[in-house]
């Protein structure tokens, strides 16, 4: 098991969660992730990272699977202008790769906002710090595993 496995699955489990975790194989879009869990494609809970041009700092958008986060609102949620964050970013931030960047476990603290859309289902599905972990959690326990703000941000 990878450290950053391992690494989600403490966070759920020191959360008082016994993780279902579930290996889905190199599932490479939100549509392939649900396919293989069988849900549908917003229950899967995308980690969109951002890089806060500000502050220099990584900045997380949880986002349905079926939505894309608009820069424009995500900025104004940020309070800054937000570009593009890159592998090393995302990695010295999170201590996860792309493709595999969980809501939960982060190394370091970050800011977190939530899609509503999410808050619609009683399970999702998001990353467990790997591209082919996934794992299911009550969608109404991810603001609170989070620290992450309920806000409209999707185009």
């Not at 229950?43 to 349905?64: C, N």
């Not at 809501?103 to 977190?112: E, F, K, M, Q, T």
């Amino acid at each position: 098991m990878s450290k950053s496995l391992k690494r989600v699955r403490a966070a759920l489990e020191d959360a008082g969660l016994t993780p279902e975790i579930r290996e889905v194989g190199q599932a490479r879009t939100a549509q392939e992730a649900a396919d293989s869990v069988d849900c549908e494609i917003d229950q899967i809970a995308k980690s969109i990272i951002f890089r806060a041009e500000d502050s220099g700092e990584a900045v997380l958008f949880l986002t349905a699977g079926g939505n894309k986060v608009c820069a424009e609102k995500a900025s104004a949620l940020a309070g800054e202008p937000l570009g593009k964050a890159d592998a090393t970013l995302i990695r010295s931030q999170t201590g996860f790769a792309i493709g595999g960047v969980s809501p939960v476990g982060h190394l370091n603290p970050i800011r977190a906002w939530i899609d509503p859309r999410l808050l619609d289902f009683t399970t999702i599905w998001a990353a467990a710090g790997t591209p082919r972990h996934v794992f299911a959690l009550d969608a109404h326990l991810l603001p609170q595993l989070t620290g992450a703000v309920a806000a409209e941000f999707t185009l």
